[in-house]
T-cell receptor
Framework: EAGVTQSPTHLIKTRGQQATLRCSPI?????VYWYQQALGLGLQFLLW???????NRGNFPPRFSGRQFPNYSSELNVNALELEDSALYLC?????????????FGSGTRLTVV | GENVEQHPSTLSVQEGDSAVIKCTYS??????FPWYKQELGKRPQLIID?????GEKKDQRIAVTLNKTAKHFSLHITETQPEDSAVYFC??????????FGPGTRLSVLP
């Protein structure tokens, strides 16, 4: 069974540009969770999508947005990039919108803003 | 929302010694208590978890103990090895909808 896959692995953008990150969940999973992990720091919750809808959102500005497609894959968009957006963006998937069986994370996308 | 703390923030032990990391939380509705291990440059991985109807769970050299009354749970690693060096995160969850991870504990196992 394929795990959670994320693309691209690395992304370099210039300040002010837009970045698009992608996540494919484990087959059969309907929920996707996005986390930001700045270098050397902890995991900060960004967004939760389930069945195509945004279900919860962390304490991030509106320029962080995303969507979930009918096949349950998801896209995270970061507009008007700032230097402090440089981080590892992790995606996890689950079923039924619950996390009571533990997250399985993808390998992440490392975004560098220069 | 859930307030999660971990102690200590960094921990250095000699190879073969034991390590204990404590996670305290504020939400009394939390009923699922996982620990994740993140090695340098890699994704966090679930290493052990426990539910609120169990006080302790063990898996080889790692164990988790839960004190629901005091609202804390701990990760215990015995006979530590260099490959145990990593950052460990707790993520107590209530009603299946909690997204807060602890700040992490950096464990270094010295040879």
């Amino acid at each position: 069974e394929a795990g959670v896959t994320q693309s691209p692995t690395h992304l370099i953008k210039t300040r002010g540009q837009q970045a698009t990150l992608r996540c494919s969940p484990i087959s059969g999973h309907t929920s996707v969770y996005w986390y930001q992990q700045a270098l050397g720091l902890g995991l900060q919750f960004l967004l939760w999508y389930d069945e195509g809808e945004e279900r919860n959102r962390g304490n991030f500005p509106p320029r962080f947005s995303g969507r979930q497609f009918p096949n349950y894959s998801s896209e995270l968009n970061v507009n008007a990039l700032e230097l402090e957006d440089s981080a590892l963006y992790l995606c996890a998937s689950g079923t039924g919108g619950t996390v009571s069986r533990g997250y399985t994370f993808g390998s992440g996308t490392r975004l560098t803003v220069v | 929302g859930e307030n999660v703390e971990q102690h200590p923030s960094t921990l250095s032990v000699q190879e073969g010694d034991s390590a204990v990391i404590k996670c305290t939380y504020s939400d009394s509705a939390s009923n699922y208590f996982p620990w994740y291990k993140q090695e340098l440059g890699k994704r966090p991985q679930l290493i052990i978890d426990i539910r609120s109807n169990v006080g302790e769970k063990k898996d080889q050299r790692i164990a988790v103990t839960l004190n629901k009354t005091a609202k804390h749970f701990s990760l215990h690693i015995t006979e530590t090895q260099p490959e145990d060096s990593a950052v460990y995160f707790c993520a107590p969850t209530g009603n299946g909808q909690n997204f807060v991870f602890g700040p992490g504990t950096r464990l270094s196992v010295l040879p």
